[in-house]
């Protein structure tokens, strides 16, 4: 497995967009969900639901790490950080609505075409966003 310099581990968090969130039980055990995920300006954001266990966790207890895996999966890199959750989705074109639009673009590479139906779908699933700065990472060499 290759050592990725710092740079390179932040160029590869940056490439991709699928990563497995590992929240943390009340037992002390690992919660995983696969996630869509996108850094923007230096965080890592994660379109979440409102009703899910990771979503509890992260209320309960915010230590959060994202493992991404490269397309051969022998490279990887783990991020960890605390999260901080958007509030709910409640009506249409609100803040919430709108992060989790940014964040779609961010991961679809292009924006929602349709914007209107997008907002609706947020508030009928209860939808927020958890979002956290990695304050470590690794494998990384000298750190």
């Not at 209320?59 to 959060?64: G, I, L």
């Not at 999966?73 to 605390?82: A, I, P």
């Not at 075409?113 to 947020?122: G, K, R, T, Y």
Request: hydrophobic share 40%; aromatic share 6%; net charge negative.
């Amino acid at each position: 497995m290759p050592m990725l310099s710092r740079r390179e581990a932040d160029d590869f968090l940056s490439a991709r967009h699928w990563g497995v969130l590992a929240t943390l039980k009340s037992d002390g055990r690992p919660q995983l969900s696969n996630v869509a995920y996108a850094l923007i300006g230096g965080a890592v954001r994660v379109s979440i639901t409102d009703s899910r266990a990771k979503t509890a966790n992260a209320r309960r207890d915010p230590r959060v790490s994202l493992h991404v895996a490269s397309e051969d999966f022998w490279t990887y890199l783990v991020v960890e950080g605390d999260a901080e959750l958007s509030e709910v989705a409640s009506e249409p074109g609100d803040e919430a609505c709108r992060r989790l639009a940014t964040l779609y673009e961010a991961v679809a590479g292009k924006p929602h075409p349709d914007p209107d139906e997008f907002h609706a779908a947020q508030v009928a699933d209860r939808r927020l966003e958890l979002s956290f700065t990695p304050t470590n990472r690794y494998p990384v060499d000298g750190g």
